[in-house]
């Protein structure tokens, strides 16, 4: 007999639905949900734009009566206090006669962690948590770290040659990556609530910043500069890696004094590194001085998450490995 | 019913024979033999130390009166010409009753080049050529460079972070890589004739440049300083790039000023790359001016030819995409 999908397969699918929502569902969660009755997804959902409606939500209007006896996959704990743009998913659950709510992580936020749940239990329905949590957390990464560490989510980009210079001694490095990497640098840029460039990048390069890719116009981020001056128009101005609080996602695109800013502080949760093959010799090195002050000290502070070629230039992509 | 091995998969074989000879195998080429009877190896032979028995002679010794109507799989063109140290190779697979030969490549010596196939031919062998050319040239690099070019083979070791760096600005560099890298680079040591650093290596590290693996410790390459003045006792000093005339392989281990000089030369074949998930910032960065004019320049001339990881550090290997 062949076997159906299991808990974490469907779960699994829940969560990439979820990565629909981001950057777009902020200030909410970017949640995932799946419907399933009889082996068979009846319905799917995800937070909107703006945070409404939920993923519970959109899935279960998408399911109607189908819903009845389902079970729900949920990437976060379903929210327990209604509010005015709409009611408490958990209650909506029940209201619909959903019979197994499957769930990866619970909630962080103080309103809800464990009363979702209880809520759920309370009305007769099997809850199942823990199911991927880490895979879900890693999703939902900037909400995530505002909600627990109260600070943004930041991802460093680098794009260099073998050598790991950024650009020719002149400053020039059009282009040092080719099509596909580009392309997934702008995949990146949607997938952030703001995009950083320090002040020797803005005067250099007078970066765009925008996405550039058919389809995602809409997504082009807000613009921070590192800068302890003024902003010019359309720009808003940062003074320290520690100075963010209006978004939770932020990718750190250049220069070199900012990269270094940013890793001295402790503030990059994850690495983009493009590199092309090919070699500059004495050009301009991606960082500058990160205060590392001795060389066992960088040992065991990055891991790597993903790697893959994309045309003739590798992505590594690195994760801070932080404790606890 | 079961296919068994083709004519292709027993030259890989024969091809990863040949490796063993590298690079003990000079003033000869690294070949490699295998005779093939009824379906099953009978024997395998690889040139030996100093280049003598061949590859077919170690072989047919083998395999005694089971080379008669035997396939003989040869990753270079068997020779044609005896020499006061032994008979040439093809007439000793005709002596020896061999059926069929599989030649990989023809060999440039001009002393053969075709005269072994002939030589065979008339014998009423039947001989088929051109299987895995270039796979076979890859493990006889050293040796074909330097009978086709005049010239070592040369590889580049470069060991950084993922910034580039290959020390600290104070020029610490103990450790970047971690111990499966350096045993990996001890291996390609232990594959070439000669280890070439410069002058600021020689005196900040003051490396041993030995091959410290078990069972390989009479393969520590000779050692090579870049340098236009003397070199200390224990080492040759080579004035240029260009200068190097007695090895057939070279691997350049550094500093920057070496690995640099020689990139300017144009004469590196192979990029080792070994990358440890490190920042450092501000560091030593791996290249100094390699006179690269313009960015469109750097494209197109690396390939890569090789990734792994070594713990948790990653080796690219890229080699030099040349014309023709």
């Not at 992580?105 to 103080?110: F, L, R």
């Not at 050598?163 to 702008?186: K, L, M, P, V």
């Not at 991606?286 to 205060?291: K, N, P, Y």
Request: overall charge neutral; some cysteine.
């Amino acid at each position: 007999m062949q076997r159906g999908p299991a808990d974490a397969d469907w779960m699994a699918v829940a969560i990439a639905l979820s990565r629909r929502g981001r950057p777009v569902s902020a200030p909410n969660p970017n949640v995932g949900c799946l419907i399933v009755k009889e082996g068979k997804v009846v319905a799917r959902g995800w937070t909107q734009p703006g945070g409404r409606p939920h993923a519970e939500a959109m899935a279960l209007g998408v399911a109607g009566d189908a819903a009845r006896g389902a079970t729900a996959y949920v990437s976060l704990e379903p929210c327990a206090h209604a509010s005015p743009r709409g009611p408490a998913c958990s209650d909506s659950l029940i209201a619909a006669g959903i019979a197994r709510v499957v769930i990866a992580a619970q909630d962080p936020d103080p309103r809800t962690d464990g009363n979702g749940i209880a809520r759920l239990q309370a009305a007769g329905i099997e809850v199942v948590f823990n199911m991927l949590p880490a895979e879900a957390r890693a999703v939902m990464a900037p909400w995530w770290t505002r909600h627990t560490e109260g600070r943004p989510f930041v991802t460093l980009k680098l794009a260099t040659s073998l050598d790991g210079c950024i650009a020719r001694a002149d400053g020039s490095s059009r282009w040092i990556t080719g099509d596909r990497a580009r392309a997934h640098g702008h995949l990146e840029r949607a997938s952030h609530q703001a995009i950083l460039v320090g002040r020797g990048t803005l005067a250099a390069d007078a970066p765009r910043l925008d996405v550039r890719l058919s389809g995602l116009e809409d997504r082009s981020p807000k613009k921070l500069l590192l800068t302890t001056g003024e902003a010019p128009e359309g720009w808003t101005a940062i003074a320290s890696p520690q100075a963010i609080d209006d978004v939770d996602s932020v990718l750190v695109e250049g220069g070199a004094g900012a990269a270094s800013a940013f890793l001295a502080a402790d503030r990059v949760d994850r690495l983009l590194l493009y590199r092309a093959p090919i070699l500059i010799g004495r050009g301009k090195p991606a960082l500058a001085d990160i205060g590392l002050a001795d060389l066992a000290d960088a040992h065991g502070r990055w891991r790597l998450s993903d790697s893959r070629m994309l045309g003739s230039d590798r992505l590594d992509v690195y994760e801070r490995a932080r404790e606890g």
